[in-house]
């Protein structure tokens, strides 16, 4: 017998129109005047979006439809019920569209994110296959240990690789090397370890991850992000140690290489500019998808560019593109306290909340640890499939991992990672706020604020760090 709800789903017309009058209904009951609907202190929103998370866990073989279903459920109420909602302002700002382009401190509004998102995961796709098609995962059997050092050494690869990169990047190369070396048989686990390895890897640099250069354009200097790398390794060396297990028992790595196999320079020579593409436009316009696609262009007088990988990324960019979409829709106008347990907190949070605004309403607040921060918000997300952009490339590959139930039961040594690395950070080197550009630590108004109440911030003071202010302790 077949199930309803599956049934229900498959039908995208009449999903629509039922789906949207069972969450909307309840709120036509309560809404009056100009206030938003809400259901005593939770506003519908949050409902609203609460819905489509649990759309996405239990129904993962219908991700897409459940995303664009509710990201057209949740704009319709937002457009309806919210007075204060402008969807032209939330995506394209107030500032002149072409000065936005034209500087990149002039931007605003969500158009900037999306664009360079949904540039990143199709163009990495491409990255990917090309990768792939230079026949170096083929080869590298000769180089890799045949036990479970194999694949541990490979997370390594990843977890560096995702310092200077993009962590979308280093997922899917280490997605393909795994396909690869692991004759298509790779274990929930392992991916799960994939894409924490690069979530870590990013953490602590300000290249290595969208949040953290957030953080460096907003004023937060380089070393104040840094540390992020203590809890990083505490979290990688558990979580990896057991993913290369779980791998090593599920598939061994190949011992022989095929004979005859001959590395196809011009197309790492097409990878090495693709790459470095993406990391000068990051670093100049803070736009990484421009370089990648600028690259993927160039590419063509060297080799045939693998198109055919675009279409196969589309459902998966669109997926993560509405969560996104609907992550900046919620009204979190404010947060708790900056301290430890709320930076703690956030890690959670960012498995199933889109951490680029959260990131950005913490740079608002200020005062925060920023490496701890940085840490929280970008390894967070490793703990769902859809947590962060590099779980959501990655299951492009490996569609079997979009069962939440499978990658918490296979993947649950990344949760427990998360916490181990995390109080590492804390009982080594404390809770450290530093500076970024509106916020100064002198006078700081929450706990543990090293030079709090030492004076008045003034323009001519500069900024204090978090080595500066160890040093003082």
Known sequence: MKNPVSTFLRYSSKKLFVLSVILLSPVTLIAAGSQVPSLGPIRFEFIIFGFILL??????????RVAVVGLTVLMTFKLIFDPGFHLFEHFFGTTPFWEQLMDKEMRQGEWGIILNLAGLLLGFAVLSRIFEESNVPEILPRYLPDDWKGPFILLIFVFVLSSFLDNIAAALIGGTIALVVFKNRVHIGYIAAIVAASNAGGSGSVVGDTTTTMMWIDGVAAFNVLHAYVAAFVAFLFFAWFGAHQ???????LKDAPTGVKIDWLKITHVAIILSGAIISNIL????????????????????????????????????????TCASMMPVEELPEASWYSAFAFGFLSAVFDNIPLTKLCLDQGHYDWGMLAYSVGFGGSMVWFGSSAGVAITNKFPEARNVVKWFKNGWHVAVAYVLGFFALYLLLGWEPADNNEHKIINCPVPGCPMAGQGEATSEAGTVGYFEVSGNN
């Open 55 to 64: 759309g996405v866990a239990l129904f993962h073989k219908q991700t897409f």
């Open 247 to 253: 791998q090593d028992k599920y598939q061994r790595i």
């Open 285 to 324: 316009y803070d736009m990484p998808a421009l370089g990648v696609w600028i690259g993927i262009l160039l590419g063509i007088f060297l080799r045939p560019v693998p198109w055919k990988e675009v279409p196969g990324a589309i459902k998966g960019t669109i997926f993560l593109l509405c969560l996104v």
